[in-house]
């Protein structure tokens, strides 16, 4: 099992940015694939991005796509995830998973640990 810490999450103003950060513990981190995820008031948890065990294989959701990053530093047991150009829609809590596989994945029920999360508001 992988203990996982979001940080960096905030207020930003709409068309800012942000730079969430996922802390791993233990030293299997590198050794699946992560995900972030991001759950909004009244609505489903909702895949964002993932990236593969090594950092060679990204994949993100079209509502994201262009706008957002995801990247691994294994050295540093962290995961992150650039946010750009960001909109009141993308308000939410976000939180970072570890994938059960070492190839990217979009289903939540394909992650097994998951970390407490990060609140992001944007205003308008």
């Known amino acids: 099992q992988v203990q996982l810490v979001e940080s960096g999450g905030g207020l930003v103003q709409d068309g800012g940015s942000l730079r969430l950060s996922c802390a791993a513990s233990?030293?299997?981190?590198?050794?699946?694939?992560m995900g972030w995820f991001r759950q909004a008031p009244g609505k489903e948890r909702e895949f964002i991005a993932s990236?593969?065990?090594?950092?060679?294989?990204?994949d993100y959701a079209d509502s994201v796509k262009g706008r957002f990053t995801i990247s691994r530093d294994n050295s540093k047991n962290t995961v992150y995830l650039q946010m750009n150009r960001l909109t009141p829609a993308d308000t939410a809590v976000y939180y970072c998973a570890r994938a059960r596989t070492i190839t990217t994945r979009r289903s939540e029920y394909d992650y097994e640990d998951w970390g407490p999360g990060t609140q992001v508001t944007v205003s308008s």
């Open positions: 233990g030293n299997t981190f590198k050794d699946y694939a």
């Open positions: 990236i593969s065990w090594r950092g060679g294989t990204t």
